[in-house]
Each structure stands twice: as C-alpha cells, then as structure tokens.
C-alpha cells in the first residue's frame, strides 16, 4: 500500500464552488502577457472547510517560499504585506450579485486543466464548460517575486464539473432566445 503524500499547498474546492470567467480549452493573453488557462473560483463564505484550507495553503506557500519573498533583501515581508490570492467579494465587486456572501480566488496555469464530470470522465464538449457551473477545482499556491512584485499566486491544476449553474456574463443560450414562436407566422 502507497503512503500517499501530502503536498500543504494544494487544495480541491467543495462542490458549492461557481466558476466564473472560464478560460479552460484556449490559454488567453492578459495585457500582452504570456498566454494562459484560467478561471475564477467563486467560494461561498459558508463553505469554511474549502475557505480554512486556502488559508492553510496561503501560509504553507509563504512558509515554504521564505527565501524566495526574501530575494536581495534582509528579511522576509510579512504575510499581512503582500499580495495574496484569496479575495472577498463583497468589498472588491460589490456590485455583482455573483459575489456577494462569496470569496474568490483567481487561477492560472501554462498548461491545459483536465476536466472531468462528477463521474470523472473528461469531458470533450467546449459547451459543458462556461461560466455559470459549479464545479471542484484543484489549486495550488506558491510565493513569487518578479520584478518587484511579491505575494502568493495560485495555481491552476484540475477541474471536476459537478453540475450545471445560471450562465454568468449576461449572454443567453441560444435554446432561449428562440424558444418564442412569435414570428412564426410571417410566411402564411
């Protein structure tokens, strides 16, 4: 039997997380940056375990990344001075219903997610992945410093769809808008 490993700056979402601008199948360019995978993970407040283990993985990060925040300078910044991932909606997007009672946390990566289902087999249809659904998500967290900036980033591993949700955006699903048989009359 494996020991399996435990890496204290990894965490998997809980099921209540919302995905929210889903860049997962096509790596996109963020102000002229490097092109990446992304999405924006919506946690609900009350979802203390998923919340208590960002944390943990934010402290686990600047622990092991000590040495990395310190770079030329004579001590490491204090956690409470950089820049960490973990955000809350309702003071950075108070007007968006979306993120009220919710924090959010923003993840990247170079290289494509895996996307699965609830059953986890990978799902292949573009259109069973938006923004909208709920879904776990597998992160990692990790201290940076480049070109003078220095906080905790997160990291974008995989991601398990667990059910579908109200797409975000404002854009309507096709099915919709043409669900009205208003016109139809207009060649008789």
Do not use: H
């Not at 919302?18 to 102000?31: G, L, Q």
């Not at 409470?80 to 923003?106: C, H, M, Q, V, W």
């Not at 609830?118 to 990790?142: F, H, K, Q, T, W």
Request: with cysteine; net charge negative; aromatic share 8%.
């Amino acid at each position: 039997m494996s020991k399996k490993v435990v890496n204290p700056t990894k965490v998997i979402t809980g099921v209540k997380t919302r995905w929210s601008y889903a860049n997962v199948w096509d790596p996109k360019s963020i102000n002229g940056g490097t092109p990446k995978y992304s999405v924006s993970l919506i946690i609900p407040k009350d979802d203390t375990v998923t919340v208590n283990k960002i944390k943990a993985a934010i402290q686990a990060a600047y622990e092991e990344g000590e040495a990395k925040l310190k770079g030329n300078g004579k001590s490491v910044p204090a956690l409470s001075t950089l820049k960490t991932p973990l955000r809350d909606g309702d003071l950075e997007r108070p007007d968006d219903a979306t993120y009220a009672n919710a924090y959010f946390i923003n993840a990247n990566s170079a290289t494509a997610p895996g996307v699965v289902d609830a059953d986890r087999n990978p799902i292949m249809e573009r259109s069973e992945v938006y923004s909208g659904v709920y879904g776990r998500a597998s992160i990692n967290l990790y201290a940076f410093n480049s070109n003078g900036n220095k906080g905790i980033a997160c990291g974008l591993n995989n991601l398990q769809k667990i059910a579908d949700g109200e797409p975000l955006g404002g854009k309507s699903r096709a099915e919709d808008d043409f669900a009205s048989e208003e016109d139809d009359d207009f060649l008789s």
